[in-house]
């Protein structure tokens, strides 16, 4: 079958590689379109293996059908994802948001999955809470200012560029600003706090971010854009009562991917149906052209997700 590849020297290429034997309670999926994520330009750089036992081909979510029903699904992976075909766990698997093509589907259930896993499972967001997502144009910044908006929070977030303040905002942001230009820890102080910080920047982020928060404030670190290491504030953290989170998606087991997806669908995909929730893509590209999404993704500014399209389908557009 047709894939994409990492070599040696941490490059993506089109190879041929046989197709993948499904074990026990797993099933195979024929790939209509790939989600392409920061984990994966993460997992060619070297500096994110995929889990034991899984597939070396990066590539978190799918769409596609199952091939012993033809139902059209998306699917949370492990790996192996840019790929004409996959195995993956049945609970991993959700049935596509009605009104989705397949194309776009491919763009959301990492993206809907990590949301609802960090800001309702892990951080318990409420409404009337304060949320500070950094990165709002991204994959999971445009999502989670989406989600947390509908949950009835109030959301202020950071982005790369004046014009994207704009942007944001008519995403659902009740407050954005410029990273570049902005001092955004005494922007956020003079807003108030928050009670819920995400946070992609990682270690050199941490002493501002718990600044920032409220009391009883909760911290969500999902990734290390700006390194992994950083100087922890003990006394702040304590006088505030808050908690710092960190948290991945990739490497938990089946169950409990299963649980966040059973939450997901039952909050987003109705969201997703109605228009209240929309994931952008900022572009599609055939699969053989991967590297040149993952340059997107690396050059930033970008609104949303980028997608490889795998195959043809009547239900893609």
């Keep these: 079958m047709r894939a994409v590849s990492i070599t040696e020297d941490h490059r993506l290429e089109p190879a041929r590689v046989p197709e993948p034997v499904p074990g026990p309670g797993e099933v195979l999926v024929e790939v209509v379109a790939a989600g392409v994520n920061r984990a994966d330009l993460a997992q060619v750089a070297g500096n994110y293996p ?30 192996g994802g840019y790929a004409e075909v996959v195995a993956v766990p049945e609970g991993q698997l959700l049935p596509v948001p009605e009104g989705l093509g397949l194309v776009e589907a491919a763009a959301v259930v990492e993206v ?46 950071t982005v790369g560029s004046d014009e994207a303040t704009g942007t944001v905002r008519a995403l659902g942001a009740d407050a954005a600003w410029n990273r570049h230009t902005t001092d955004v820890r005494a922007a956020v102080e003079e807003a108030g706090g928050a009670d819920v910080i995400l946070d992609v920047i990682g270690g050199p982020a941490l002493a501002d971010n718990i600044a920032m ?74 699969l053989d052209r991967a590297a040149e999404a993952h340059g997107v993704l690396r050059e930033g500014g970008h609104l949303g997700k980028v997608v490889l399209e795998v195959a043809t389908s009547s239900n893609g557009r």
């Excluded at 899984?54 to 699904?73: C, F, I, K, N, Y």
């Design 50 to 79: 995929p889990p034991p036992g899984t597939s070396e081909l990066p590539g978190l979510e799918v769409s596609g059908h199952r091939r012993d029903t033809g139902q059209a699904v998306v699917a949370l992976l492990a790996g």
């Design 112 to 157: 809907c999955a990590t949301v609802i896993s960090n800001l309702v499972i892990e951080a318990q967001l409420q409404a009337g809470e304060t949320v500070l997502i950094h990165g709002g144009t991204g994959g999971i910044g445009a999502t989670a200012i989406q989600i947390a908006h509908a949950l009835g929070a109030r959301v202020l977030t």
């Design 213 to 286: 928060l409220r009391t009883a404030g909760r911290l969500v670190i999902i990734g290390t854009l700006g390194g992994g290491r950083g100087e922890l504030p003990i006394g702040a953290l304590m006088g505030k009562r808050a908690r710092v989170i960190g948290t991945t998606l990739r490497s938990r087991p089946t169950g409990e991917k299963r649980e966040i997806l059973a939450r997901t669908r039952e909050l987003v995909w109705p969201w997703l149906t109605d228009g209240t929730v929309r994931i952008p893509i900022q572009q599609r590209l055939p």
